[in-house]
């Protein structure tokens, strides 16, 4: 598939979000929305929040208890170390949503923004940093009222924001990655990639790597210099992934590279596996986990090697979740949303909504 063409389908699919949200339609073009504990996947998708028991793979509880028109998911949820499960609705109300993980119950709601919350938030110090497509990044406190103005950025924010421990790297469909201090609420820095940023930047020593639609990786640093470090054949839409010295990075001509960040050089030839790449790489243990647009899951060991295949049928844009012992996909359009792998690549269970 040539990039134009995904490229629109992924446009299309979140545009039904905001249709969906007018006419309060069904969605059944976006793709979901995955995070997991030890005890249940949470899987957002068009009216609902579902949580599924990890152990059988049957619905444990879903949010809400009926469809509401005004309230569409897409965005990955978000568990915080205080107990809550905190999401974003990208419908009509631009809801903020609380809910406890262990029986879907609203802790609160809040409403912010103009745009649509396609992106996670990130928790940081007992604040909580939620980006939206306004081009705002909102800043609340864990009761979900606002602590601070909103930090104007500027461009459609779709990707949640990544932290060093000190400083937040946040992502731009403008071009721009930003370099945020959250203690003062400010912009330290706003760097030009070439292209858009849809994706997280991943963060290394002093500073975080960025894939963009200029078909590189950039390092950007804490003080605002940037360089290439690596070149893709076509746009980097996943996340890289950093671990140690090397960095892991795929493009949408489906290749997959690993970099020694210390000496520059490639560690193994990239390997093509059956179809573009959006979904964020996931690293396990000694597995490097990708999901492709064809609708395969790969495992992969650290030397490029394939360990195991499986295929969905239908595409895979929803980043891979690790939850235990178990690998968890959510495919698009499929008659299933989520299925549990374990890490030698049998299935152990699937979920499909009751309606």
């Not at 330290?188 to 020593?205: D, H, K, T």
């Amino acid at each position: 598939m040539n990039t134009k063409r995904l490229l629109l389908i992924l446009l299309i699919a979140l545009g039904a979000l905001a249709l969906s949200a007018c006419s309060g339609a069904p969605v059944a073009n976006n793709w979901y929305g995955l995070a997991a504990d030890a005890e249940h996947a949470y899987v957002s998708g068009g009216s609902f929040i579902y949580a599924v028991n990890l152990q059988n793979g049957i619905e444990a509880w879903r949010y809400p208890a009926e469809a509401d028109s005004k309230l569409v998911f897409y965005a990955n949820p978000v568990l915080t170390a205080d107990g809550q499960l905190l999401v974003g609705s990208a419908g009509t109300t631009h809801s903020f949503i609380s809910l406890d993980p262990a029986t879907g119950r609203e802790n609160w709601v809040e409403t912010f923004g103009k745009g649509s919350w396609l992106a996670s938030p990130l928790v940081l110090n007992e604040t909580i940093f939620a980006p939206n497509t306004d081009g705002f990044l909102y800043v609340l406190n864990m009761n979900g009222k606002e602590s601070a103005d909103p930090i104007k950025l500027g461009g459609a924010l779709w990707s949640a924001p990544t932290t060093d421990g000190t400083l937040l790297y946040v992502a731009s469909l403008d071009h721009h990655v930003h370099v945020i201090d959250p203690a003062r609420s400010a912009v330290l820095q706003s760097v030009n990639l070439g292209g858009a940023v849809p994706s997280s930047p991943a963060v290394g020593m002093d500073g975080a790597y960025a894939g963009s639609f200029a078909s590189t990786v950039e390092f950007v640093q804490t003080d605002g210099s940037h360089e290439v470090v690596a070149n893709a054949g076509n746009w980097v839409w996943a996340s890289p992934v950093v671990d140690g010295d090397t960095l892991y990075y795929a493009d949408l001509d489906g290749g997959i590279h690993s970099l020694d960040i210390v000496s520059g050089k490639q560690n193994w030839d990239g390997v093509q596996p059956d179809g573009p790449i959006v979904a964020n790489l996931l690293l396990v243990g000694d597995q490097l986990y990708a999901a492709t647009e064809s609708g395969s899951l790969f495992a992969l060991d650290r030397d490029g090697k394939v360990v195991w295949e499986k295929t969905l049928d239908k595409a895979i844009y929803t980043p891979p979740v690790s939850a235990g012992d178990l690998i968890l996909v959510s495919p698009y359009q499929a008659d299933i949303a989520l299925a549990a792998y374990d890490v030698a690549g049998k299935q152990v269970w699937t979920f499909t909504p009751e309606k």
